[in-house]
């Protein structure tokens, strides 16, 4: 049997690679070793490790690597014990390739173990643009040390190529994203409520803010204009928020979010993590996804329901027309809401083009991860375009 290690290091990662871990499970020629990290095993972010647990695979490494200090030092050593105890966990289980995606710091230390120790590493979700963090220079260092690459869209498949990978061992298989969107039985708001011990009521709002890291502070002053924003529309709409990664500066966003749940009691709800088919779920029902998140450029338009997409953090990325732009000002945010809540937009949200994919995903990478040979995977060589 072929080994595929498979990594997650985050809530909303694990849900984007469900289906391929069920379907690397439940294929007889694979062996999934599942490697877990990061916030999965902080209680401060919800112990999501026992989610894992609950859906029925076994951890076969656990690596303990992040500090309690989100701060640029925090986080660069938090890379550094990382890659000690993934350099122990790799060396046990010895895969026959490791499976990463996206852009994460977790990610960066698992790859680069990886890359060392002559790991083939499988990729997903690259050649994407986020601007606004430091996202944009780990995604694409990641790419150079992968040897397979699945990406999202034929416009991130190019951008793979363009960065010297051979087109051979690049596939556009869509968002994983869209694959949840097809499979998962979502809940209905009275399921939904009951699970959150929450009244939703109409079209509730789904907001999550992650820092900004490549901004002073993390971003802090636009997360208050949006805190300030909301205030406008709390009394008729529920508000649901997730708290943020523990990127650079995410700790410090959390006393703003609890301070304003705890000042808004009964219409805010703040959750540590939702798992994933909570959070589709509200996603489904919501009137807008508002913040900064890549799932509200991701599923959220799958599901016909508005995008705020706030400041520079996902600046970049491929935007379908269901999502409103806005600057990281109070006004800008404001008309940004009172647009996307607007019926003129749900019909626009109605009618927008979805450009991730048709939900088909572990479906097609599963067979290329079967029959790609691990010594003629690690040998690459440059791809040089032709101008």
């Given at each position: 049997m072929k080994r595929i290690a498979v990594f997650t290091g985050t809530r909303a990662e694990y849900g984007l690679l469900y289906w391929l871990l069920r379907g690397i499970q439940e294929d007889d020629a694979l062996e999934l070793q599942l490697i877990v990290s990061g916030t999965h095993l902080l209680a401060e972010f919800g112990d999501t490790v026992k989610a894992i647990e609950e859906d029925g695979f076994a951890i076969d490494?656990?690596?303990?690597?992040?500090?309690?200090?989100?701060?640029?030092?925090?986080?660069?050593?938090?890379?550094?014990?990382?890659?000690?105890?993934?350099?122990?966990?790799?060396?046990?289980?010895?895969?026959?390739?490791?499976?990463?995606?996206?852009d994460r710091f977790e990610a960066l230390s698992v790859a680069q173990t990886a890359m060392v120790m002559q790991i083939p590493i499988v990729h997903l979700h690259g050649g994407e643009l986020t601007e606004g963090a430091i996202d944009e220079a780990i995604r694409h260092s990641i790419t150079k040390m992968a040897h397979l690459h699945f990406t999202s869209t034929e416009t991130y498949r190019n951008r793979v190529i363009q960065l010297g990978e051979q087109p051979d061992s690049v596939f556009n298989v869509g968002a994983?994203?869209?694959?949840?969107?097809?499979?998962?039985?979502?809940?209905?708001?009275?399921?939904?409520e009951k699970s959150l011990a929450f009244d939703l009521g109409k079209e509730p709002l789904l907001v999550t803010y992650h820092p900004v890291?490549?901004?002073?502070?993390?971003?802090?002053?636009?997360?208050?204009?949006?805190?300030?924003?909301?205030?406008?529309?709390?009394?008729?709409?529920?508000?649901?928020?997730?708290?943020?990664?523990a990127d650079t500066h995410g700790r410090d966003l959390i006393p703003l979010l609890k301070s304003f749940s705890e000042k808004h009691a009964g219409q805010v709800l703040l959750a540590q993590s939702l798992g994933q088919i909570r959070y589709l779920s509200l996603m489904k029902l919501a009137g807008a996804v508002v913040g900064n998140s890549s799932s509200g450029l991701l599923e959220a338009p799958a599901l016909g329901v508005p995008t705020v997409d706030i400041g520079m953090r996902q600046k970049g990325r491929i935007k379908p027309e269901s999502v409103v732009s806005s600057a990281d000002d109070l006004k800008a945010i404001r008309d940004a809401l009172e647009y996307a809540l607007s019926p003129e937009h749900r019909s626009v949200c109605a009618a927008a083009a979805n450009p991730y994919g048709d939900g088909y995903v572990s479906e097609k990478i599963i067979p290329i991860l079967k029959t790609r040979d691990k010594a003629e995977l690690l040998f690459k060589t440059f791809h040089d375009l032709k101008f």
């Open positions: 490494a656990r690596v303990d690597m992040l500090l309690s200090s989100s701060s640029g030092v925090g986080i660069a050593k938090s890379i550094g014990v990382g890659t000690i105890g993934f350099a122990d966990a790799l060396d046990r289980l010895a895969p026959d390739c490791i499976v990463v995606l996206g994983p994203a869209m694959e949840n969107i097809r499979r998962l039985d979502f809940l209905d708001q009275p399921a939904l890291t490549l901004k002073p502070g993390g971003g802090i002053e636009s997360l208050r204009n949006l805190l300030t924003a909301l205030e406008d529309v709390v009394l008729q709409k529920k508000i649901v928020i997730t708290f943020p990664n």
